[in-house]
């Protein structure tokens, strides 16, 4: 009888060790993350010649591959109420959510909508549960173009309802996964003006 409570004791252990090296990564990619994101931002800063937010993607020091990162941001997003200021890569793969938020599922949206996905890091979409109705986002395109949403709807979708992202009216969609991976943080706005 005493031995089983020390093997289970032991086990006890390991969970907990297990969880401690869990989250330490989850932590240093999150931390990751965040320097990329912020390096490429600094990488894309307004053009001098212009008044307007045009951004200027010419100069780049980070690469991937032949292409320079910069010339991959496809919008820079701003959601006041979190303090979140993020480029938005102008594709998506895994490797790269991993890194920045991503366009997604553009050939699927209609005219004037757009998906952006992020992971679920404090440092990108992982407080995106916190907006509410009226909340206020911000896109800057790379063309120049300046856009304005307000929040109309924060939902959560399982995880597997890929085709909800793509139903309803709204202009601009946010999302990224819960902590558990079941399911999907959902955050719906329309366009101001």
């Known amino acids: 009888m005493i031995r089983w409570k020390y093997i289970l004791i032991s086990l006890g252990i390991g969970l907990c060790l297990c969880a401690a090296i869990l989250a330490v990564y989850y932590l240093w990619e999150d931390n990751r993350a965040a320097k990329f994101s912020d390096e490429l931002l600094q990488q894309v800063q307004p053009s001098a010649n212009s008044a307007s937010s045009v951004y200027d993607t010419s100069i780049s020091s980070m690469s991937t591959g032949e ?12 959601i006041p109420k979190l303090g979140l200021r993020l480029p938005v890569w102008d594709t998506y793969s895994e490797e790269q959510l991993r890194k920045t938020p ?3 599922g553009e050939e699927e949206c209609q005219d004037g909508q757009f998906i952006f ?4 890091y404090q440092s990108h979409f992982g407080r995106l549960y916190q907006l509410q109705a009226e909340d206020i986002v911000n896109v800057s395109l790379m063309d120049g173009a300046q856009r304005q949403y307000r929040v109309t709807q924060v939902d959560e ?16 969609t946010l999302f990224t996964c819960d902590f ?9 706005c329309v366009e101001i003006g």
């Open 67 to 78: 292409t320079k990162a910069s010339e991959h941001v496809w919008a820079v997003l701003e």
């Open 102 to 104: 991503c366009r997604y």
């Open 117 to 120: 996905a992020g992971h679920n």
């Open 157 to 172: 979708i399982a995880g597997t309802s890929r085709s909800q992202l793509f139903t309803g009216d709204w202009d601009l």
């Open 180 to 188: 558990s991976g079941q399911y999907r943080v959902l955050v719906r």
